[in-house]
């Protein structure tokens, strides 16, 4: 197969793989940098901001960047399988994967804590989908286990590949910016993407001089472990996708923060709701832990604690709002059910 349309195709020179490394792609990355002038004059204006749209890849996350390599590498390697622990995206975007290379893929998710478009996802693309009773990091601990025991390819965010995939998102941006933004404001989790991006930054600043952004990193405020400095037993947050207590990535992911000169902060669920509702009104509909990026700018602008003037800030919108529709259905009344007549519809026409 020709790696033709992904970012294998586009960016391999620019990653660190073994020659082994298979071609593999779905057209994954290419993802939009989104200009959001009106969202910006919400925030008091004088500055560009654009929404790194991660939700348009082939399963709708960001994932998609990492697995295509990790798999690529493990099917290279002669991996017949491979399995990760997951709060779903990963789940569905290594089983798509794995479907596209012909190897089987095992994914553990956390009991009753995974967004419905994820499950649905992992199960379409033909993945064996194991659920334990604990959190994403019980899971996660599990997996190791398994990998340590049997012969089956590990494609967790410890797989080092997974983020050579990852950081060409920040390559995406530069390449369209002409240069780094100011400011990335990024939702966190288990930590492995803002690694990613700031080994990107730092790869094309390196290379090319297109200098470094600031890193918002922002957890939300039930999962918060970087923020507070210690381990989160039990994480909770309606953003599935960053409810984790004990990130993996979470070492390097405060390196690079400070490295960058920014920080990690931490916002209530209802900021990401209202920040996810405020994406809805531009046209972008994204989950939950998608919006927490924005959210985490807000809080900050509001607080006075960054001065967005004259700045370019790129927030990283990590998902697409089809991957989690229970959010929304639950927060809206009983759809109105009328009679097929124009009398029963005109009173919803006019105001
Ligand atoms: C995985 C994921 C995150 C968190 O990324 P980390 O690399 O774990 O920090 C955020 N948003 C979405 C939609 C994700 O799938």
Redesign the pocket.
Known sequence: MDASCGILARYRDWMDLPPHTRDLDLCEGHTPLIPVPRLARRLGGGFDLYVKYEGLNPTG???DRGLVVAVAEAWGRGAQAVICAS????AASAAAYAARAGLRAVVVVPQGKVALGKLAGALAYGARVVQVRGSFDDALALVREAVARFPIALVN?INPYRLEG?KTAAFEIVDALGRAPDWLAI????????TAYWMGFQQYHQAKGTGLPRLLGVQAEGAAPLVHGREVARPETIAT??R?GR?A?GKEALQAVQASRGRIIAVPDEAILEAQAWLAQEGLWV?P??A?GLAGLVAEIRRGRLDPRGKTIVVVC??HGL?DPDIVLKRHEALPLIEPDLDALQPWLMT
Not at 187 to 194: H, K, L
């Open positions: 996350s960001f994932k709060t779903g995206n990963t965010s990852q939702p966190v989790g288990n930590a492995g993407n803002i996708a960053i984790i990130p990535r989950e832990a998608s927490a990590t998902g991957k």
